[in-house]
């Protein structure tokens, strides 16, 4: 019966390569009872028992056992070709593991066909023979790599820079376009690093949506809602800079006139996808609504993208350009002092808007995994971004040092919750399987 193999390939170690026996099952892990022992020193982001490798009942045509990789509902989830699986996975020779996120890589080998395998990742079948072999795939790499462009050389990322690239330069010229462009590039680029940590795939039309939303409303009648109830009817509203009002008073209106009123508008698409989500039956339920606070965060961080887009573009720029061409009298100059504020303010949001909704959203999400203390959840995560960002709006009228302490704190408030949203996410799996069985 041919054997199947599982190679690691990115660490040089004594034992490199093992024989997947075909009366047991074989488990991946930190665990010293583990069949194959990860080196926790090297890899810290691999769960005890990660992963497990099995054959399965049912068997081919030609009676050999065909294998499977399933999920031990570890922190940081397993990979197949670059896709977070779910549970479990049927293997194919050639498949590339992964354990974690850049954890340790191995690739799935059948002794039948170990040599297509082996041309494919450059390793000869036969060692005898690695100074004479030369496959096709080694002159024409392209062909035998299609199932890792996608998944791991950035291929998408780069075409999409690509794009843009050609965008700028056809809009060279014409300054608002060629804002837009830019800003988006570079919101786009702030969002999709956030979208990597969290390790989770979300439809791209659900994180669009997300951020549409959010801008709608702000070009819509609700936002004078907003603006009445938060800035008049409570006290924020926001002091006139010409006026000398002291520190405490500033933090006041900040927290209530963009604090509470903006993280709580940011996260109207959040509830809204969360209510939706209820409408469907598994998966869809999972995939739409918000079912793990790994999904608020990305819904968040999105929705504080359109957010980001609208103000920086609707605002803050066109009144920076007014500003400066009038005082210097060169409409040129304005463009250009407009240009120098969008980079930063666009950027900005990875430790601003999208730290602040994103760390609101793994809240809303904790908040649907633990109903019964739902409102305490909400109010914490609630009042804890909105204190973030009004720290952040009081600082720009402290010190520069503080914008910099306090974005570095909210970034990192961020990071922690994906990192924390990533233990909730195999209680999650299993939630769903359960739901699913439960609505078949």
Known sequence: ????????????????????????????????????????????????????????????????????????????????????IQNCRDLQPGDRL????????????????IGTVAAVNDVPANPATSTTLLTFSQL????????????????????????????MFASLGQPRMFNGVLSSYLAIGAYYFIYKLCGKTKPWWMILGSALITAGILVSPLLGVFLWFFREVLPGELPDPNRSVSLVTVFIAMFFGAGLMEELLKAIPIFVAMFAGLQFKMPWRERIGVWEPLDGILLGSASAMGFTLLETLGQYVPSIVQGAAVQSGNLALGELTGLQLLIPRVLGSLAGHMAYSGYFGYFIGLSVLKPSKRWQILAVGF???????????????????????????????????????????????LRAIASQHKSN
């Open 383 to 429: 009042l804890s971004s909105s204190l973030l960002h009004a720290l952040w709006n009081t600082g720009a009228a402290v010190s520069f040092w503080l914008l910099v302490l306090v974005g570095g704190v909210s970034y990192a408030f961020l990071a922690a919750a994906i990192l924390k949203a990533h233990g909730f996410s195999a209680k999650a799996r």
């Open 98 to 113: 992964i354990l974690g996120i850049n954890g340790p890589e191995f690739v799935f080998e059948h002794e039948a066909a």
């Open 140 to 167: 024409i790499p392209i062909v035998s790599t299609g199932k890792d462009l996608v998944g791991k050389a950035y291929l998408l990322p780069a075409i999409a820079t690509v794009i843009f690239v050609v965008m």
């Open 1 to 84: 019966m041919p054997k199947a193999l599982l190679r690691q390939l990115n660490l040089n170690v004594a034992q490199s390569t093992f024989t997947l026996p075909t009366a047991q099952s074989l488990v991946m892990g930190r665990d010293p009872r583990c069949q194959i022992v990860i080196d926790p020193n090297l890899f810290g982001g691999v769960s005890r028992r990660h992963a497990e490798i099995r054959t399965q009942a049912t068997t081919e045509v030609d009676g050999n056992p065909t294998w499977q990789i399933c999920d031990l509902g570890s922190a940081n989830g397993t990979f197949v070709n670059g896709v977070r």
